[in-house]
């Protein structure tokens, strides 16, 4: 072998060392897998949180967190505790992810997380209420936001003191959440002195609301009318309440309080109906803080649209995972200890200190507006 | 207070019916000639609801004239499905293929449409839905009119178009004996066609009425065709009168069910007198013989 052999060797063994070490370097990766309704009734979510996770991709991957780059995969949870729990054994089989972001709707959380605790990977989840889902929920399980007890308490109480309202009619979906949380406002409301006059469950596959507006407008005076449903029967809802002469938007006396399930622009959809309705949603973007700003600014500029709150608590569900890369999460296992040390992580929606049982208790994550008769917010700031 | 909320649930409830008469209709039409289930209708019904928004929204038409659009969509789609899938595989002889081939079409529009028009709910408003008119304690929009009227003309002109037009009586002879009537001069591949074309065609406008009130989505159609499907069998496969009548009285359980007893009844009721028309009068409410029927 002569000396042109010896540097050959040496030469392709360096790119071979180099190589294995820029391999290393791109395999830093953290996998994130979303698991999100992309079709059916509650689609619109899917579409929107996916806006969120790509602005905070695209920030995060400039740089990269701690050297790791981030990588996302989505599958199509369907809003729906079968395809829900499909969709997740794909994900896990499949792309195995160091963390899973979603559900959005409670019933297809509560279906996947028992398969993501036997997969030991952690999820946040930024969009179902139900209880159950942190009490007693389960290691893996993170939910970034009020869960329905603390936001029906809140709503509830806020309807008592603020709104002045003694009566209520309680209008929901018959789904776990749907349930769930008017059952908290009904317990709240009447131990605060209120009386609820109906409670008025229905399928999501039930249209024409009319008939449900006739009966609450047979039962007399009302104050308020507590609504727990997704956009597109929310929409039919307080179309009808107003039709019936019920609700303020139709010059009725009954003021319609509605949940952060409501997508940004659902005023605009139903019209003078939706005067006076008075909603929480899980983001102000008239918050004035720089972050809030920032968002704004470059989700306009990504996406030529104003940002709406399932834009911005996807973005949040990122962002987190980035802090807690930043603070030494590297894998599944130790993703999920340092997110369960989280106590100060300040996003786009509000900020999150996670309890015993993984449950965010800040409550300024919570913003009441309500719908001025030009159809634009009047931010109450009651929290 | 109760007469007036009985006469506001009767309201509520003929307006319903008549808007399900729209959607059943067609169903019962397809299968009166063809005995064969179109499960695809759905989507034909959701596919006017759209061409009926972007006529309207998009291109500034009045409503009427977008519920002419989706007739004519839903017409156009008919003759294309007709001639592309449901015409060869007829051809093959069997009974099975177009069945199978009608929920291939289904799920492809849905696909279609999810990928087109987006999975958020669109709102369909109308100049007719603001205006409301309070009467004698009851309450209607002018859309509700508007759907009585243009579903009882519609109703009253296939009526009309079966009994006393030459093509009327060669679809009901073509209902009654596909064969015999091929031996008398009848072209049964025509007729086969003209009755999937109207059958989509009152789909489509059936779509354009149903999206002011629906919430319109790719799957909107999906919400009321399971209802439809009741309301044929409860009126009679394939029984224009009966399907009528099963639609009003379906409408009606749904607005009264929801009055006394609770919303979540409502398919309880229905699929229960379903399965009680099923055990006890097959035949469904007007029980003349097949050959009757369409």
């Known amino acids: 072998m002569n000396r042109r052999d010896w540097l050959t060797i040496l030469a392709l063994a360096a790119i071979a060392v180099l190589g294995a070490g820029n391999a290393s370097a791109q395999d830093k990766t953290i996998k994130i897998g979303a698991l999100f309704p992309t079709s059916g009734p509650g689609s619109y979510f899917g579409a929107q949180d996916k806006q969120g996770v790509e602005l905070a991709l695209e920030e995060l991957n400039k740089a990269g967190v701690n050297g790791y780059k981030f990588t996302v995969q989505y599958e199509d949870s369907a809003c729906s505790p079968l395809p829900a729990s499909q969709a997740a054994k794909r994900l896990l089989d499949q792309y195995k992810p160091d963390v899973i972001i979603g559900e959005e709707c409670s019933d297809a959380t509560l279906a996947i997380m028992p398969i993501i605790e036997q997969a030991k990977t952690p999820m946040i989840n930024a969009g179902s209420s139900a209880l159950k889902i942190t009490d007693p929920g389960n290691p893996y399980t993170f939910r970034i936001m009020p869960n329905e007890v603390m936001q029906g308490v809140d709503i509830a109480t806020n309807a008592y003191n603020k709104l002045n309202a003694r009566t209520a009619v309680l209008l929901n979906e018959n789904t776990n959440a749907g349930i769930g949380n008017a059952k908290v406002f009904k317990d709240t409301f009447e131990k605060l002195g209120g009386k609820v006059v109906a409670e008025i469950g229905f399928g999501r596959d039930v249209n024409d609301f009319t008939s449900i507006a006739t009966r609450v407008a047979g039962v007399g005076k009302v104050d308020v009318i507590p609504t727990y449903t997704l956009e597109g029967q929310g929409l039919k809802i307080t179309q009808a309440l107003a039709q019936a002469g019920v609700v303020k938007g139709g010059g009725g006396a009954a003021i319609q309080l509605g949940t952060i399930w409501l997508p940004f622009g659902f005023e605009q959809k139903a019209g003078k109906a939706a005067t006076g309705y008075v909603r929480i949603v899980q983001f102000d973007p008239t918050d004035q803080r720089d972050i809030v700003k920032n968002f704004v600014k470059n989700f306009k500029t990504k996406f030529n649209a104003d940002p709406t709150h399932l834009n911005a608590h996807a973005y949040d569900q990122i962002m987190l995972i980035a802090d807690v890369v930043k603070r030494g999460g590297k894998d599944a296992q130790s993703i999920r200890d340092t997110l369960a040390q989280t106590k100060s992580f300040v996003g786009v929606t509000g900020s999150v200190e996670f309890d015993k049982n993984n449950q965010n208790t800040k409550m300024d994550t919570i913003h009441y507006m309500e719908t001025k008769p030009d159809l634009t917010w009047n931010a109450l700031k009651w929290n | ?294």
Do not use: C
């Open chain 2, 1 to 294: 207070m109760t007469a007036t909320i009985v006469a506001q649930q009767a309201i509520n409830g003929i307006v319903l019916g008549s808007l399900y008469v729209l959607v059943a209709l067609g169903l019962t039409l397809i299968y009166g000639v063809l005995v064969q289930i179109n499960f695809a209708h759905a989507d034909f019904v959701t596919l006017g609801a759209f061409a009926a928004y972007f006529f309207m929204h998009t291109l500034g038409g009045s409503y009427l004239a977008s519920v002419g659009a989706a007739l004519i969509v839903g017409t156009v789609l008919g003759w294309a499905v007709n001639v592309a899938i449901f015409a060869p595989l007829r051809q093959k002889g069997s009974e099975l293929l177009p069945l199978i081939a009608t929920i291939g079409v289904s799920v492809m529009l849905q696909n279609a449409m999810l990928a087109w028009f987006g999975p958020v709910p669109y709102a369909f408003e109308t100049p007719y839905s603001q205006r409301v008119f309070r009467v004698a304690g009851t309450f209607f929009t002018l859309q509700s009119v508007v759907i009585v009227v243009v579903s009882t003309g519609t109703i009253a002109l296939l009526y009309a178009f079966m009994r006393f037009t030459f093509l009327g009586k060669a679809l009901r002879a073509v209902a009654q004996d596909r064969e015999t009537a091929g031996l008398m001069g009848i072209n049964p591949n025509y007729l086969i066609m003209l009755t999937i074309v109207i059958s989509s065609a009152l789909a489509g406008m059936g779509g354009a009425m149903l999206a002011p009130v629906l919430v319109l989505t790719p799957f909107a159609g999906a919400s009321v065709i399971v209802k439809a499907f009741a309301i044929v069998i409860i009126g009679g496969f394939g029984n224009v009168e009966g399907t009528i009548i099963a639609g009003l009285l379906v409408g009606l359980i749904e607005s009264f069910t929801t009055q006394y007893l609770d919303p979540g009844w409502i398919d309880i009721v229905v699929f229960g007198l379903l399965l009680v028309m099923l055990a006890f009068r097959p035949t469904g409410l007007i029980s003349e013989r097949r050959e009757e029927n369409v």
